[in-house]
């Protein structure tokens, strides 16, 4: 993708990052519900 020019690429890249951002989004909540699980069973 980042050979290709025009509006393609911004558009690609853009996904990626969201992508990226989604991914640790979920992590983040994932390891905050894990947290949550652990201190209920503790």
Same mark, same amino acid.
């Given at each position: 993708?980042? $050979?290709?020019?025009? +509006?393609?690429?911004? $558009?690609a =890249?853009?996904? &990626?990052? #969201? =992508?990226? %951002? %989604? &991914?640790?989004?979920? *992590? /983040? +909540? +994932?390891?905050?519900?894990? #947290?949550?699980? /652990?201190i209920?069973? *503790?």
């Amino acid at each position: 993708m980042i $050979y290709q020019t025009g +509006f393609v690429t911004p $558009y690609a =890249s853009g996904e &990626v990052l #969201n =992508s990226i %951002n %989604n &991914v640790r989004v979920a *992590a /983040q +909540f +994932f390891k905050l519900c894990l #947290n949550r699980l /652990q201190i209920c069973s *503790a």
